[in-house]
């Protein structure tokens, strides 16, 4: 696992995110641990070349769906249809799962991001904000309903703002 996190490491700049390879192992341990998560990757001459973390939301108002947390192609392999494979395996494991959508967020700059999920069918949904909290600080009280469940803490870094 720990060339898979180097090679994941390199990617991630794609995207616009700094990641060592030891952050890197201990998250993708995590999300490999987790039935709720779905990883896929492409290479080309044995080079990763992109990446596609997928994870389940269930909810009670609602059946749920499947949302792409990470899509990233490297830039020299775009347009080669490397990023329609990875979203069309995403969209196989959702129905495997019994999701029947698949949710994306794209940061308001992507322009060329929201063209290329438009022509694979994807719809701009609604307009929303992300509201955000720092917890490092914050001590978790502890569950007083009734069958409650604590996943273990997901593994962070003091580097991450």
Do not use: K
């Not at 509201?131 to 502890?142: C, D, G, K, N, V």
């Amino acid at each position: 696992m720990t060339e898979d996190a180097h090679r994941i490491s390199d990617l991630l700049p794609h995207l616009g995110y700094q990641v060592s390879a030891d952050e890197a192992s201990l998250r993708l341990a995590y999300v490999l641990g987790s039935p709720n998560h779905a990883v896929f990757v492409a290479e080309a001459h044995r080079e990763l070349v992109g990446l596609c973390l997928l994870a389940g939301v269930r909810h009670i108002a609602s059946a749920g769906y499947a949302e792409v947390m990470e899509l990233v192609v490297h830039s020299g392999h775009q347009g080669q249809g490397v990023g329609r494979s990875l979203l069309q395996q995403a969209e196989a494991w959702a129905v495997s799962q019994g999701y029947g959508r698949v949710r994306l967020r794209s940061g308001v700059q992507r322009e060329e991001a929201h063209q290329f999920y438009e022509r694979l069918g994807y719809s701009r949904s609604r307009a929303s904000y992300a509201f955000e909290r720092t917890l490092a600080a914050i001590q978790p009280p502890e569950p007083t309903w009734v069958g409650a469940h604590r996943l273990p803490p997901w593994p962070t870094s003091a580097s991450e703002s």
